[in-house]
């Protein structure tokens, strides 16, 4: 986390004149709260790195849309903290809203409009969030997975888990998420790599 605060600092290009010349070094402060646990998996980098550009920008007097800020998260863990990032994480993180994407890389397309607030409650009060205590390095594991690219039938089965997800989430009442489409989308990422999952999650399977 303090490294991607540092980097967050360093690519926001803060400079100040003192006695006629420019500095890159300015005393800030800046202070983190969340109620996640660092690696928990939940994507609380990719938030805490659109939190930290988004102040800083508006700190030295600037204005980035949304997309922008999330792109510049994005870029702020592949070229200054050298990590492998998907854009999943740092793209829903500036707007907070429940949505329907369709990815392509750079930059994802916004498919369908957002999610309305009563959908994004409804669904929280059907979901349970366990956490089992061992740290996710989301980095670690794309080093592990993105060399098995090849192993298509297992992402076209991802996409269509998350298609019969939207689908479950867009109705009027809201259904539950299909369990069978859980248990397939859980299946296809076991099989791009052993390590996706752990001891302690298929002891609560």
């Known amino acids: 986390m303090l490294d991607l605060l540092k980097a967050a600092v360093a690519r926001s290009g803060i ?42 920008v508006r700190y030295c007097g600037g204005h980035l849309l949304p997309h922008e800020i999330a792109r510049e998260s994005q870029l702020l863990e592949v070229e200054n903290l050298k990590l492998e990032c998907g854009v999943q994480d740092n793209w ?14 750079p930059r994802p397309d916004l498919s369908d409009s957002p999610r309305p607030l009563g959908c994004l409650r409804a669904s929280k009060t059907r ?42 989430l867009s109705g009027a009442p809201i259904t539950p998420l299909p369990a069978p489409a859980m248990n397939t989308n859980w299946a296809a990422q ?9 001891p302690e999650i298929e002891a609560l399977a």
């Open 92 to 105: 829903p993180a500036p707007t907070a809203e429940s949505t329907s994407w369709k990815w392509s890389i």
């Open 127 to 168: 979901l349970v969030l366990i956490i089992t205590g061992k740290s996710h390095f989301s980095s670690g594991m794309h080093q592990k997975v993105i060399p098995r690219r090849s192993h298509r039938a297992d992402f076209d089965t991802l996409a269509e888990a998350a298609v019969a997800g939207k689908e479950a």
């Open 190 to 198: 076991k099989r791009l790599h052993p390590d996706i999952t752990t």
């Open 15 to 56: 400079e100040i004149r003192r006695n006629g010349a420019f500095s890159t070094h300015r005393q800030i402060s800046l202070r983190v709260r969340s109620s996640a646990p660092p690696a928990s998996g939940l994507g609380s980098s990719a938030a805490l790195g659109v939190a930290a550009i988004g102040a800083l």
